[in-house]
């Protein structure tokens, strides 16, 4: 039996204008987002949306938000005082918000009072619900809301609008019980629920008959991933393993991983899966103990370069990258310098670095002695210098060597020149050979050797 879809507000809208109303969807924040955005994109395309890029040419717009830095939370404040202005010229024009902040109450206090032309808002909990929303808007004439405050249950077998036909993200676990100090994840997206596993090899194989060859698994920390399948308990190695003898899919991407769960099971699935790539994001945060300490991240500067020596012995050619955290409430000097010295012992391939951002209701909120402006600053700036003169020294000793590149596409700056990922996750940028149509090289692996380095990215040229 076909699924019975109400479609209030497509069939009003056809017969009002004559044509399928337009939807445009702005994501901030993670892949976590964008695929939930791929997600909300899907259900819509099946009710008959079609997809723009262009807001001020849409009749439905949406925004799904991040909490994570106050950065997000500026830049979604921002964008919907633009929505209001379309929405003066068009009072038609339904602006929806959803994601992350939504399951902040006082983002939801002050979108009641001072936001009233936003129509329909809705949480993390129950993204789907967010077509009937819009429906029930033009049937009740009234604002809709709703935001559950956990998750109910794992809902299977959502539509998805890929982004890109080659390549999928696919949802092992929702959810993060780790609570680091600083982190608002653990509140908006709730407890940790991995997702059965017989559902994602499921998921998995039918993404690769539509042409899927790379799968980006993901997770707040895909290390606990625990699935209950018919036959007990899987753990995230064993997913791995039934991943990796899936026809037709070429590689594997997880992220992220929280270093206190990296498991030696999880490490030596990097040498005996030929599909996973050896390629690493290890968040550390800090490289100072007492820092660790006070983030709650449960391990100490030993464990984890103890851990990282263990990865490069087990895999020599591993890419590490990692995320970190500049001005956390109390950090001192002498802490930062531990950072520092952190980052020339690793030597990341590539390290994202983000200054401390009050989240409210955190533990961290309520620290004292949070890090002056200008200090925060400063140590910011070293950082990324440090950090960026080895990306650079590391991308060098590339050059000569010959990667397999699956192509993701045409550069951003070239039509001539396609763009791709190593094995490793390195950017490399190659010109379409003479005679060659780039189009069709699109979702290829292809043997691609670099030469010539930049601090983020390598240029090749095909073999
Ligand atoms: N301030 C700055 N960075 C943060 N992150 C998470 N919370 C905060 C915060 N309050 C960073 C962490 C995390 C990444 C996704 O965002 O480094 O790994
Ligand atoms: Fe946030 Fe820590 Fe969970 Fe990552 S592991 S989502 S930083 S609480």
Request: net charge negative; aromatic share 8%.
């Amino acid at each position: 039996m076909n699924k019975i879809i109400k479609n209030t507000f497509v069939e009003n809208f056809v017969e009002n204008h004559g044509r399928e109303p337009r939807v445009s969807i702005t994501t901030f924040g993670c892949q976590m987002n964008e695929h939930d955005s791929e997600i909300v994109m899907g259900l819509l395309n099946e009710r008959g949306y079609t997809q723009i890029d262009d807001r001020d040419a849409a009749d439905v717009a949406i925004l799904n938000t991040c909490s994570v830095r106050e950065n997000a939370d500026k830049r979604f404040f921002g964008t919907l005082g633009q929505l209001k202005k379309l929405k003066e010229k068009n009072p038609s024009f339904v602006t929806c918000v959803c994601g992350c902040m939504m399951q902040q109450q006082h983002i939801i206090d002050k979108l009641k009072t001072s936001y009233p032309w936003v129509d329909v808002i809705v949480g993390t909990h129950n993204i789907h619900t967010l077509p009937d929303l819009i429906d029930n808007l033009i049937e009740e004439k009234q604002r809709q809301m709703e935001i559950l405050p956990e998750a109910v249950e794992i809902i299977e077998e959502l539509p998805s609008q890929r982004l890109f036909k080659h390549k999928a993200l696919v949802n092992i676990m929702y959810g993060c019980n780790n609570f680091c100090t600083y982190c608002i994840v653990p509140y908006t997206r709730g407890r940790e629920r991995s997702r059965a596993p017989e559902h994602i090899v499921q998921e998995i194989r039918k993404l690769v008959e539509d042409g899927v060859v790379e799968v980006m698994l993901l997770g707040q920390n895909v290390n606990s991933y625990r699935g209950y399948g018919e036959d007990g308990v899987w753990e995230f190695p064993r997913l791995l393993e039934e991943i990796n003898q899936i026809e037709g899919l070429e590689r594997i991407r997880f992220m992220t991983s929280h270093p206190k769960d990296m498991s030696d099971d999880l490490i030596s699935s990097f040498r005996k899966l030929n599909k996973l790539s050896k390629y690493v994001h290890l968040p550390v945060q800090a490289g100072s103990d007492r820092v660790l300490k006070k983030m709650n991240r449960r391990y100490k500067v030993s464990d984890y370069l103890a851990l990282i020596d263990k990865l490069r012995k087990t895999v020599p050619e591993i890419t590490i990258s990692t995320d970190i955290i500049v001005g956390f409430p109390g950090e001192t000097e002498e802490d930062f310098e531990g950072t520092l010295a952190l980052v020339e012992r690793v030597r990341y391939d590539s390290a994202f670095t983000f200054l401390y951002s009050i989240r409210k209701d955190t533990p961290a909120e309520k620290f004292r002695e949070q890090v002056e402006e200008s200090i925060k600053h400063e140590r910011f700036n070293r950082l990324v210098d440090a950090v960026n003169k080895i990306s650079a020294e590391k991308n060098r000793e590339y050059v000569g060597r010959t990667f397999s590149v699956l192509v993701d596409g045409f550069s951003k700056t070239s039509n001539m020149a396609l763009t791709g990922r190593t094995d490793g996750f390195k950017l490399i940028n190659f010109p379409v050979p003479n005679g060659l149509d780039g189009e069709k090289l699109i979702g290829k692996v292809l043997d691609v050797e670099v030469t010539e380095a930049k601090t983020f990215s390598l240029e090749g040229k095909l073999v």
